[in-house]
T-cell receptor, first 116, second 113 residues
């Protein structure tokens, strides 16, 4: 079964600074990876996903992630954060359910706190 | 705009009560999911359904059951609520396929006293 490790439970950062949220996944022949964001008192929404092709994936709100197969990592980055980026971020890997599609296996989450 | 709605945002129940959490999606998705979210544990899959009247256990099904009588509605049932079921419950839906995005509802925060 697939698994995901998010290496930081909380990341404090000042506004306009760059940020990296780290994610490692268990190795697999093929892997589909996702980053979701949860703003306070809301459900999750998709930031970006890696399916195949280019290892650099661009998402919404200026976020991007790089798929690194040799390191089994999928770190999320943003060059300059805003206060509004304060949220919890979840890395997830797709685990196939034969015939039914996929289920998502989530990491524990990283809380990004942007300070002014 | 895609939409997944959950019947309650906050719910307070007593130990031993039967609890129903309802989820409705308007996207004609085949797959629907129930997760629970706990601090430090992320989201864990309780049950999912890939078609009407079909259901499969997820990673933590104990103490829960589900019902899917219509394509757009997926219910999570706590037969006899216990304090260790105090949690945030999130419903999601998706099309069939390994790479399809899951769309989430806003969540129900359940407190069992």
């Amino acid at each position: 079964a697939q698994s995901v490790t998010q290496l930081d439970s909380q990341v404090p950062v000042f506004e306009e600074a760059p940020v990296e949220l780290r994610c490692n996944y268990s190795s697999s022949v093929s892997v589909y990876l996702f980053w979701y964001v949860q703003y306070p008192n809301q459900g999750l929404q998709l930031l970006l996903k890696y399916l195949s092709g280019s290892t650099l994936v661009k998402g919404i709100n200026g976020f991007e992630a790089e798929f690194n197969k040799s390191q089994t990592s999928f770190h999320l980055r943003k060059p300059s954060v805003h206060i509004s980026d304060t949220a919890e971020y979840f890395c997830a890997v797709s685990d196939m359910i034969a015939g039914y599609g996929n289920k998502l296996v989530f990491g524990a989450g990283t809380i990004l706190r942007v300070k002014s | 705009d895609v939409k997944v709605t959950q019947s309650s945002r906050y719910l307070v129940k007593r130990t031993g009560e039967k609890v129903f959490l309802e989820c409705v999606q308007d996207m004609d998705h085949e797959n629907m999911f129930w997760y629970r979210q706990d601090p430090g544990l992320g989201l864990r899959l309780i049950y999912f359904s890939y078609d009407v009247k079909m259901k499969e256990k997820g990673d933590i099904p104990e103490g829960y059951s589900v019902s899917r009588e219509k394509k757009e509605r997926f219910s999570l049932i706590l037969e006899s609520a216990s304090t260790n079921q105090t949690s945030m419950y999130l419903c999601a839906s998706s099309l069939v396929g390994t790479i399809e995005t899951q769309y989430f509802g806003p969540g129900t925060r359940l407190l069992v006293l």
